[in-house]
């Protein structure tokens, strides 16, 4: 079965830190670009970064740029997103979402359940 | 960026009837070079995440039941749900490819029975 399981959300303080991971299975992790789409409660969809297949190109939304760092482990079939210097608005739950073809301009096929993340005082 | 609007922002619809969801893109998603235009429609329910209905605009995913449906070119395009049922009452958003990153989504339209 393909699937993405995330982990590593949890409550931060303002200006923390948290690592995000993403496990797939199921598919040729390698073959494939991937996403981190972020959901504020209640809120509608966010694209916060992306990576393609061998991790050697990398994009950002302006909300995240210089604060979070997307990377993968090909030989761990894993996806990460470290989050710096956290902010009250970075709340939300993360979803990492799998490009539907190996290039870069697709839509996601496959989306993980999420990890919440949480930034309070 | 490109910038996705969707009207309208929720709608309700009789079991059987048709639902109609609008999106437009600030710019054109259509790629000349291969006449395929870049964009997406996702369906999400309460408590899952979104589920890949439609891609380049009017093809269907594998396993999505043939009422839906995506038309349009350019700048604007339309998901259509022919018979509504019960089990269609969820979120739906657009999203473009064409020019990322960012990938960008639609607010969302909100589909409920009637």
Same mark, same amino acid.
């Given at each position: 079965?393909v699937?993405?399981?995330?982990?590593?959300?949890?409550?931060?303080?303002?200006g923390?830190?948290?690592? %995000?991971?993403?496990?797939?299975s199921g598919f040729?992790?390698? *073959?494939? &670009?991937m996403?981190?789409?972020?959901q504020?409660?209640?809120? &509608?969809?966010?694209?916060?970064?992306?990576?393609?297949?061998?991790?050697g190109s990398?994009?950002?939304a302006?909300?995240?740029?210089g604060?979070?760092?997307?990377?993968?482990?090909?030989?761990?079939?894993?996806?990460?997103?470290?989050?710096n210097? %956290?902010?009250?608005? *970075?709340?939300?739950?993360?979803?990492?979402?799998?490009?539907?073809?190996?290039?870069?301009? *697709?839509?996601? *096929?496959?989306?993980?359940?999420g990890?919440?993340v949480?930034?309070?005082? | 960026?490109?910038?996705?609007?969707? !009207?309208?922002?929720?709608?309700?619809?009789?079991?059987? /009837?048709?639902?109609?969801?609008?999106?437009?893109?600030?710019?054109?998603?259509?790629?000349?070079?291969?006449?395929?235009?870049?964009?997406?429609?996702y369906?999400?329910?309460p408590?899952?995440?979104?589920?890949?209905?439609i891609y380049?605009?009017s093809?269907?995913e !594998?396993g999505?039941?043939?009422?839906?449906s995506?038309s349009g070119?350019?700048?604007?395009?339309t998901?259509?749900?022919?018979?509504?049922?019960? /089990?269609?009452?969820?979120?739906?958003?657009?999203?473009?490819?064409?020019? +990322?990153?960012?990938? +960008?989504?639609?607010?969302g339209t909100?589909?409920?029975?009637?």
């Amino acid at each position: 079965e393909v699937q993405l399981v995330e982990s590593g959300g949890g409550v931060v303080r303002p200006g923390g830190s948290l690592r %995000l991971s993403c496990a797939a299975s199921g598919f040729t992790f390698d *073959d494939y &670009g991937m996403s981190w789409v972020r959901q504020a409660p209640g809120k &509608g969809l966010e694209w916060v970064s992306g990576i393609n297949w061998n991790g050697g190109s990398t994009g950002y939304a302006d909300s995240v740029k210089g604060r979070f760092t997307i990377s993968r482990d090909n030989a761990k079939n894993s996806l990460y997103l470290q989050m710096n210097s %956290l902010r009250a608005e *970075d709340t939300a739950l993360y979803h990492c979402a799998r490009l539907r073809t190996p290039v870069n301009n *697709d839509a996601f *096929d496959i989306w993980g359940q999420g990890t919440m993340v949480t930034v309070s005082s | 960026d490109i910038v996705m609007t969707q !009207s309208p922002d929720s709608l309700a619809v009789s079991l059987g /009837e048709r639902a109609t969801i609008n999106c437009k893109s600030s710019q054109s998603v259509l790629y000349s070079s291969n006449n395929k235009n870049y964009l997406a429609w996702y369906q999400q329910k309460p408590g899952q995440p979104p589920k890949l209905l439609i891609y380049w605009a009017s093809t269907r995913e !594998s396993g999505v039941p043939d009422r839906f449906s995506g038309s349009g070119s350019g700048t604007d395009f339309t998901l259509t749900i022919s018979s509504l049922q019960a /089990e269609d009452v969820a979120v739906y958003y657009c999203q473009q490819y064409y020019s +990322t990153p960012p990938f +960008t989504f639609g607010p969302g339209t909100k589909v409920d029975i009637k």
